[in-house]
């Protein structure tokens, strides 16, 4: 079995080759020139990295052309919420003109495999409370150009899907966190700080909105779930994966200075609120579930140790 996986580098992405790799899958992956490789440093000898940049369509279709993988793992994109007020034509460009280019690779060169389209829990959007917990049917309010960005990479898996027959299946996760997710995320950041904390730093930590409720799952069992996904699920359809629990972002950061020893006290820094963000977003997975087995195992606790863990090896 060989497989593909744009954003190899990334933090889903050097998960998902972890556990291609325990399966004993041929793994290659799609990194730009000087990309940092830190996240599969510790496995480049099993991994085979192929120069590509999802937003240049002939490297994308040489890829795809010489490797002809049976499983392709769409993870490629700019994928910070924030960051996509702040540059939302590149985050348009590269998220929707990537995802473009690898369909129309596969589509040009005539090569049979499943594709797997990362989606987002945040095409959903605005989402009413009558509406709780989402299914994959309801309606699409992106309040951002990311959650946009992804909106549309979802209906050209479905276009792709139904004119030339490409088998696309695209999953929308929840948020997911652990071991190597970047420092400007939520929990990455509460790790990171904490870290820093017991290392010497001022003991303050800096936060933004506290009061939004999240769906949380390990990026372990997450990828397990994009797998799971090729594996079991019908084409030209939409699938949440989610733990179906919703956990303020507040009850994080509590969980986070439990494990450690400092007295740490918090303060809201403005910069780190968004322009809109949104109150709640818990997902229904009960379909995903029903179709693949999946079911995440990892405890959020333990989550949230390993991530304070890798950062204190960091810091």
Known sequence: MRVLITGITGFAGSHLAELCLSKDFEVYGTARHRSRTENIDHMLRDVRLESADVRDGYSIQRVISRVKPHYLFHLAAQSFVPESWEAPSETLSTNIIGCTNILEAIRCTGVDCKVQIAGSSEEYGLVYKRELPIKETNPLRPLSPYGISKVAEDFLGWQY?????IKVVVTRAFNHTGPRRGQVFATSSFAKQVAEIEKGREPIIYVGNLDAIRDFTDVRDIVRGYLLALESCKGGERWNISSMVGIKIETILNILLGLSRMEIQ???????????DLPMLVGDSSKFRQATGWDPTIPLEQTLEDLLNYWRERV
């Open 266 to 276: 918090v303060k809201q820094d403005s910069n780190r609120l968004r322009p809109s």
């Open 161 to 165: 899907w139904k004119s030339f027959g």
